[in-house]
């Protein structure tokens, strides 16, 4: 690590702590040439995720579009902004486990929704109507009725 004091490339770190969000290593480092101190932050090395969308087009994986579509299936219902987060996070960790490059935009979907429809089933049928483009009642009570059809 070069310091950003006098350049010199050799430096010790004199203490590490994880930050706020666990997910970062803070590290407070002491140059050995000129001794003044400074701070530097670890973290993880992610592979850049691509998401297939439905018409083929390839968009970076973008954890804040999960976000942003349970806020909107979930608004007015009894899910907390940790509940959300926590289904966001789940499928991000599962994806990334998966150690692939590229996944399908559906496959995301029906991530989320399993999760959703354990966590609230109003908001499931929501974001199922929107991401299964509902064309017409019909398609709409073939959803519910198969969910309660797994309810039996």
Known sequence: MKCPFCG???????????????TTIRRRRECLDCQKRFTTHE?????????????????SFDRTKIINGLLRACEKRPVTMAQIERVADEVEQEL?????????????????????????????????????????????????????????
Do not use: C, H, W
């Open 96 to 152: 990334r486990g998966r150690l692939e490059t590229e996944v399908q935009s559906e496959r995301i979907g029906e991530m989320v929704m399993e999760r959703l429809k354990a966590l609230d089933e109003i908001a499931y049928v929501r974001f199922a109507s929107v991401y299964r483009s509902f064309k017409d009642i019909e398609t709409f009570m073939d959803e519910l009725a198969k969910m309660l059809g797994e309810k039996k």
């Open 43 to 59: 973290i993880i090395e992610r592979m850049p995720l691509a998401v297939i969308k439905r018409d083929g087009a390839r968009q």
């Open 8 to 22: 010199y490339t050799d430096s010790k770190v004199i203490d590490s702590r994880p930050a706020e969000d666990n």
